[in-house]
């Protein structure tokens, strides 16, 4: 029984992942960049749950619960990362692009929850007591999933609401003018000699359109 849940968990991984990896790369010849990192982690997975044992289980068991509630958690708080008009004018403006968005994460975090509850059913759980594999408490993983997201939201916060988020909305209003209403998406520094060097990309948008306009300014 712990041969056929092991096994069964690892043909399913197996096939997301090369499924998502086929459309990664469907999107990457017709849409540009796509950042996807989950197709070559269930494929790694997948084939250590068909060749490994009971501590692989685990492993893969704890990277499952993991992600899963960091997942949830990046659900929970991507709201608060942009305004909600600009949420709405891209669900507006590309309403099946935000379709996609949400069936990928929901499938995604689908599959974990499955996952989680295949590895954590009995006959895995008996075979780890089995192999004398210490067990571990499942609140860790959990904990430091969504500990770790909401650390990074955070430092991100911080970063876009400081005083150069607001010059950088400020250049970015020299360029396209008071038509448009501005968010700062994305600002880093790196200290060049004689200064520091910053980059920045500022969300633009009205009702009828929405902009992209990447910045790059010198500090002393």
């Keep these: 029984m712990y041969a056929q849940i092991s096994r069964r968990t690892g043909i399913v991984l197996l096939a997301a992942g090369i499924v998502d990896g086929a459309v ?3 999107r990457l010849a017709t849409a ?3 950042p996807a990192a989950f197709d ?4 790694v997975a997948g084939i250590l749950l068909l060749r490994g044992g009971a501590r692989v289980a685990l492993w893969v068991r ?16 991507a709201p608060f990362y942009q305004p909600l008009d600009l949420t709405f004018t891209e669900i507006r403006l590309d309403l099946t692009g935000f379709a996609i968005k949400v069936g990928t994460m929901a499938f995604a975090l689908s599959l974990l929850l499955w996952v989680v509850r295949e590895l954590g059913r009995q006959p895995i759980q008996d075979a780890i007591a089995t192999a004398r594999i210490r067990r571990w408490d499942m609140h860790i993983p959990a904990q430091a999933g969504g500990g770790f997201v909401l650390l990074v939201f955070l430092l991100l916060w911080l970063a876009l609401h400081g005083q150069s988020a607001e010059l950088a909305k400020s250049l970015a209003m020299q360029q396209l003018g008071p038509d448009y209403r501005y968010h700062l998406s994305w600002i880093s520094g790196r200290s060049n000699g004689h200064g520091t060097s910053v980059s920045g990309v500022v969300t633009a948008w009205n009702h009828k359109e929405i902009k992209t306009v990447l910045l790059h300014w010198e500090t002393r």
């Design 24 to 26: 990664t790369f469907i």
């Design 62 to 77: 704890t990277l499952a619960i993991f992600t899963l509630v960091a997942g949830v958690t990046l659900v929970v708080a």
């Design 40 to 43: 070559s982690i269930a494929i």
């Design 32 to 34: 540009g960049p796509y």
